[in-house]
C-alpha cells in the first residue's frame, strides 16, 4: 500500500508514513532499466476511468460518484510495477461542452491525452459504443500516440458482447492492445499494469517510490468533501458547485483543523446544503472528515461553511483553484 504524499513545495508536510516495513529495495528487485512515463485515462462520463485509477494506484486518489462529470482536472496516481514508474493521468470525461466551465474540462481532458506517452481509452462495457464513445474514437484516431483499449465491468457484461464491442472499437482506431477489466472487481488489473510497466520509457522515476499522487493535500481534502456532497445530495444539488480548502492547521496533538467552503450560486441552494437544522450539512462534514483522516494519516477536525458565490464559473481565479485553462 503507498502512501500519500504531498509534493516537497506544498504549503504543509504531513510527517506519516505507511509503508510497510521490510520491502524489497531497489538492489533487490528485478534486473533492468528504470522507467516512468505517463498514461491518460481518457473516456465518456462515468467510463469508471476514477474507480479504474484508485485500484491501479492502491489508495484513493481520485473521487468517484454516480454524478457524470465529477473530474474537472487533471489527476494524477502513480503505480510501481517493478523498476517501472507508471503515472495514471485521469482526465475529466469528454462530452459535448455547453457551458464555459464543460469546456474547460474537455480541453483539459484532450490536452492530458496529447502530452502522455501513451493513451488508455476506457469504455463502459455495459454501455458500449454510445455517441459520445464514437465520437472520441473517431478523434483519437488521429492522436499520433501509442493507444490502448480498455473494456470496463466485464463482471457485469457478457463475453460476447465484449468480443464485439472490441472488435467494433478496433475498426475505428488501431490500439496496439486491448484489455477487459473490472476496476471494481480488481479482475484484469495485473495484465494492464504489467503491460504498461514495459512500455514505459527508460528514465529516472518522476516521484518518489512512496507517493501515491502528485495531488497537494489541501486540494485532494476538498475533493473528497465534493464526493461527500454530490453522494449525499444527488440530484438535489445542480452541478454548479465547488469546495476550496481555506485553512489547514497541523496542531501539536497531531491532528489537523481543517476549515473549508462549499460554494454555490444562489441562497436556495445553499438552504438545501445545510439542510434542515443542519443535519445535511453535518452528515456531509462526518462523511469527509473520516476519508480525508485516512489519506493524511492523522486526526481531522473538519469544519464546513456555506457561501453564495454567484456565477463563480465565470471567474478565472475559480479555474486556476481547479487546476483548469480559463477558456475565453
Not at 96 to 104: N, S, Y
Not at 254 to 263: F, H, N, P, V
Not at 296 to 318: I, M, Q, T, Y
Request: charged content about 30%; aromatic content about 6%.
Amino acid at each position: 500500500m503507498q502512501t500519500l504524499t504531498e509534493r516537497p513545495d506544498s504549503e504543509e508536510e504531513l510527517k506519516h508514513d505507511d509503508a510497510p516495513k521490510g520491502e524489497e529495495t531497489l538492489d533487490e528487485q528485478s534486473d533492468g532499466p528504470l522507467r516512468a512515463g505517463f498514461v491518460a485515462l481518457i473516456g465518456a462520463p462515468n467510463a469508471g476511468k476514477s474507480t479504474l485509477l484508485n485500484a491501479l494506484v492502491g489508495v484513493k486518489v481520485s473521487i468517484v460518484t454516480h454524478k457524470v462529470q465529477t473530474t474537472r482536472a487533471l489527476v494524477r496516481g502513480i503505480a510501481m510495477d517493478g523498476n517501472s514508474q507508471i503515472v495514471f493521468v485521469d482526465t475529466p470525461g469528454i462530452f459535448r461542452p455547453r457551458r464555459r466551465l464543460e469546456r474547460a474540462m474537455v480541453d483539459t481532458a484532450w490536452g492530458g491525452a496529447r502530452d502522455a506517452d501513451m493513451v488508455a481509452l476506457l469504455i463502459d462495457a455495459k454501455k458500449g459504443i454510445t455517441d459520445a464513445v464514437e465520437e472520441i474514437l473517431t478523434k483519437l484516431a488521429d492522436v499520433k500516440l501509442p493507444k490502448i483499449l480498455i473494456l470496463n465491468k466485464i463482471d457485469i457484461t457478457k463475453r460476447e458482447k465484449l468480443l464485439e464491442l472490441a472488435e467494433a472499437a478496433n475498426r475505428i482506431v488501431s490500439f496496439d492492445q486491448t484489455f477487459m477489466v473490472s476496476a471494481q472487481t480488481g479482475s484484469g488489473l495485473d495484465d494492464l499494469t504489467g503491460f504498461l510497466a514495459e512500455r514505459m520509457p527508460e528514465g529516472p522515476w518522476l516521484y518518489p517510490e512512496d507517493q501515491a499522487s502528485d495531488l497537494p493535500m489541501r486540494m485532494l481534502a476538498a475533493e473528497i468533501t465534493r464526493e461527500k456532497l454530490f453522494m449525499r445530495l444527488h440530484e438535489e444539488l445542480p452541478y454548479m458547485s465547488t469546495v476550496e480548502t481555506e485553512m489547514w492547521e497541523q496542531r501539536k496533538d497531531g491532528s489537523a483543523r481543517i476549515e473549508q467552503t462549499i460554494y454555490v450560486e444562489r441562497d436556495s441552494q445553499k438552504m438545501i446544503v445545510l439542510g434542515k437544522g443542519g443535519r445535511t450539512i453535518k452528515a456531509i462534514s462526518q462523511a469527509a472528515r473520516a476519508d480525508i483522516a485516512e489519506a493524511a494519516g492523522c486526526p481531522v477536525h473538519l469544519f464546513l461553511f456555506v457561501k453564495v458565490r454567484e456565477n463563480w464559473s465565470d471567474d478565472p481565479e475559480r479555474y486556476r483553484e481547479m487546476g483548469l485553462e480559463f477558456p475565453r
